[in-house]
């Protein structure tokens, strides 16, 4: 054990040259008479459980006399100190940023300097999160207390190959930062490469958490897919650590990152795992159509309204018989537009008026619209339509870029005709075989082609039906039960 100090007096004029005197009320030093001894305290009001704390410092005020031969020996008092979680400081940065993190310092008039961990951080208890409910299943979920997080899954694989790595990033938010994996399963290419790029991080805090720390790990810039996917259930995420991935755990955020992944991984839900594998199938194929009619139908539609010459007589009832005086491809981009900003506008509304602005948008405005020529009825039909099958993505980043995505292909088509069509949906496809994030093809199976990987993507399997590890994962061990 080091000696950090020369004595309680040079404590705490260390601690008011971090804090000031009196500049900020929640950095408290305080000095107490523990078995007779002074000590002097550290700890941020707010950080700690102050009633453990209480109780403690209660349970340790009587005298020691029988012992006074051994108050100079640090040792000797931290074996006595009744409480589990303590740990011994070598170095004044690294007491700095443990009270800075919530745990309580100790400090014995020998200068020999510990700390208890009495960590009571604010925030709420697991719940459902409202982005991945399902009708079967655990309803507990993420939250923002990483201890929470990682106790959350261990609870799930109680074994000794789980995995937690703490690490801590930028300069003056220090963020909390834990990389789960399972030894053995999970690549170290991989993971030397999550390390890396942790160590490398230059930025003073990661306010925005997770989504900060994802475009620092992977340079993601202005490209609008998603390259890890969040999960804020503990269940997807001890079945995606048994399958050889990494999760990132960020302090303060109820997300959790899961890398590698692909274009399918953003697909899944866990929903299709709590069914029978024919019903899980059955939904899993229903997704991935409504994923694709997301993104294709409204321009498809566009196609063929604007070059009706080309139906077929059975197919002529596509198309507006009155586009009326706005252009048609005008009404898509307002109306497509309109509803991601009712989107918005529901987010930001109070609970209670939430369903009364939908009534008003839907309702009234769509009526009027359509009544006073702005708007025809099929362009309301396949924008609401549309919009339904976005909203059965799974996951809300790739929802997002699905819009995006919808809207060029649109332009084009608008601009170009057929040709355009075709050609977004080519430039649309090279660009997503092109995307490599970590060296994972973001379009594997289908590119490059696995086909036994391609039945596991659309077909749920019985679970007694093992399967190796995902090839993408690189993992050094595939069959999970060696």
Known sequence: MAKLFTSLKDGEEWFQSKFGIGETFDATAKTVHLWGMPVLMFYINGLIDGQTLTTLLAEMQEGFEKHDEHKDDPDWFLNYFPYYALEDVDEKDKLLTMILSGLVGFVLPNGFVFVADLRSSPGRQPEEPDTEKVI?????????????????????????????????????????????????????????????????????????????????????????????????????????????????????????????????????????????????????????????????????????????????????????????SVPLLVQLLIADIGIEILRMAAIHTPSPLTTAMGLVAAIVIGQVAIEVGLFTGEVILYVAVSAIFTFAIPSYELSITTKIFRIFILILTGILGPAGFFLGVVLLFYYLASLRPMGTPYLWPTVPFFPEAMKRVLIRYPMTMDAPRPFITDSPKRDRLS
């Open 136 to 324: 079967r299943g655990s309803r507990d979920g993420f939250t923002e207390n990483i201890i929470i997080n990682t106790a959350l899954v261990r609870r799930r694989l109680k074994t000794e190959d789980l995995r937690f790595e703490m690490h801590q990033t930028t300069v003056n938010g220090k963020t909390d930062v834990a990389i789960a994996y399972m030894k053995g399963a999970a690549s170290e290419e991989h993971l030397s490469y999550i390390r890396k790029r942790l160590d490398d991080i230059k930025h003073d805090g990661l306010t925005m958490t997770d989504k900060s720390l994802e475009e620092f790990l992977f340079k993601q810039r202005f490209h609008p897919m998603p390259f890890v996917r969040y999960t804020e259930r503990p269940d997807i995420c001890a079945a995606s650590l048994l399958e050889g991935r990494i999760a990132i755990i960020v302090d303060t955020s109820p997300s959790v990152i899961l890398v590698p992944v692909t274009i399918f991984d953003h697909l899944q839900h866990a929903e299709e795992y709590r069914q029978a594998p024919f019903i899980g199938t059955f939904v899993r194929w229903i997704r991935l159509m409504g994923a694709a009619f997301s993104l294709f139908i409204l321009p498809f539609w566009y196609l063929l309204a604007t070059y009706q010459q080309y139906l077929p007589i059975s197919l002529s009832y596509i198309g507006p018989n009155d586009p009326g």
